[in-house]
């Protein structure tokens, strides 16, 4: 059987097992023979926010994604931070990321299939030549191919790489006064943990976690997988939305990514920010909601009375919805001088009738299921 294996990559095995390595052995190692200065851990720091919102703000929602546009100076900021946090160049990153959208969980086209298990996703995939490189790798990216922010770190890759991992660390211990350490914390002992956040997210982020816009694919909305990975761990709206700049969508989501872009746009530096309409959101939630009621009733001996019950107030739930929402469009095409009192009361009233309605639909639910205790 293991002959059949494609090649072994052996510049990407060694990098991934000498930097684990590293951080595991020698971090510690120089920490408790020699110490490190204060300085080391705030540059590491600072790097690892760098190189992570790199991946996040840029790799991932501007350039794969297209879910907001950069100022050329943001976008040579993100390019050099994606550098230093070695994932390949964007175009072959994003060129990778829209076929794993596009061919989601399909075991021979998504390059990181979550079907092949937890190893392969995480970083398996990575370690033999499971997609060789052909004429028609960056078919899916051409657009990307017209940006010259994206053509120079590309062809200019190793470069790029030494100057962001060694060079960049390197100097900045030169002006503390502690070049190893530096290089230790801000280069080996960041680049490691980056590696592994993003990994997270094509591995445990397609595993673990809860499914509230959609069960057709295998991502996971999950909130402490967000904490560790800039905000990519609510990996099921993504999915189902994919072209929103945002991840978590409440407010209250950890997803420093979406307040950093929305930060850049308040300065000027993004603008053309994507949004799912707030209705097609709702309308996903709620239908997950009936399919999960559906299922859990499914073998239930009174399942057929509750099912039509349930039916009918998701009926009468999605009118609501198409009601507010409906008037909340009509009224923002139109002027302030042509909003009077009385149409605000209107939408206030139609917003309260749905969240009635939303709260009843919750409550019967919670009868339905407690019927299976
Ligand atoms: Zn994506
Ligand atoms: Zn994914």
């Not at 211990?173 to 801000?186: K, S």
């Not at 609501?320 to 909003?339: F, N, S, V, W």
Request: glycine content about 6%; aromatic content about 12%; hydrophobic content about 45%.
């Amino acid at each position: 059987m293991s002959d059949n294996k494609p090649r072994l990559i052996l510049v990407n095995n060694l990098l991934f097992a000498l930097t684990l390595l590293g951080a595991l052995v020698l971090v510690p190692l120089y920490g408790f023979l020699v110490g490190y200065q204060a300085e080391a851990l705030w540059v590491a720091l600072l790097f690892w926010l760098w190189s992570g919102i790199s991946i996040t703000a840029g790799y991932h929602r501007l350039w794969s994604h297209k879910a907001w546009q950069a100022h050329p100076v943001v976008q040579w900021l993100l390019a050099i931070g994606g550098a230093m946090a070695l994932q390949n160049s964007i175009l072959h990153w994003s060129s990778d990321h829209r076929r794993h959208h596009k061919h989601v969980d399909d075991n021979q086209r998504d390059p990181y299939s979550a079907g092949r298990g937890f190893w392969f996703s995480h970083i398996g995939w990575m370690l033999r030549e499971y997609q060789p490189l052909t004429e028609s790798t960056y078919n899916n990216v051409r657009d990307l191919q017209k940006n010259a922010v994206v053509m120079n770190q590309h062809n200019h890759y190793g470069k790029w790489v030494l100057a962001t991992n060694v060079g960049l660390p390197a100097l900045v211990g030169w002006f503390t006064g502690d070049v190893l350490g530096m290089l230790l914390l801000a280069g080996v002992l960041r680049l490691v943990l980056v590696h592994h956040g993003t990994f997270f997210i094509n591995s445990l982020a397609h595993i673990w976690g809860t499914q509230p816009f959609s069960d057709q694919h295998s991502s996971r909305d999950n909130g402490v997988l967000a904490l560790v990975t800039f905000g990519e761990g609510y990996h099921n709206f993504h999915h189902t939305f994919e072209y929103d700049y945002r991840n978590g969508i409440r407010w209250w989501h950890f997803d420093p990514t979406k307040w950093l872009i929305r930060g850049l746009e308040k300065l000027g530096l993004a603008k053309g920010l994507r949004r799912v309409p707030a209705d097609r959101i709702e309308s996903a939630r709620l239908a997950m909601q009936l399919k999960s009621s559906q299922r859990l009733l499914a073998d239930h001996h009174t399942a057929q009375e509750w099912l039509a019950k349930l039916e009918a107030e998701y009926d009468h739930l999605l009118s609501r919805l198409q009601a507010y929402y409906g008037e909340k469009q009509r009224q923002l095409k139109l002027h302030k001088h042509e909003l009077d009192r009385s149409a605000r009361q209107q939408l206030t009233e139609l917003h309260q009738a749905f969240e009635q309605q939303k709260r009843q639909w919750q409550s019967l639910r919670a009868q339905a299921h407690a019927q299976l205790a």
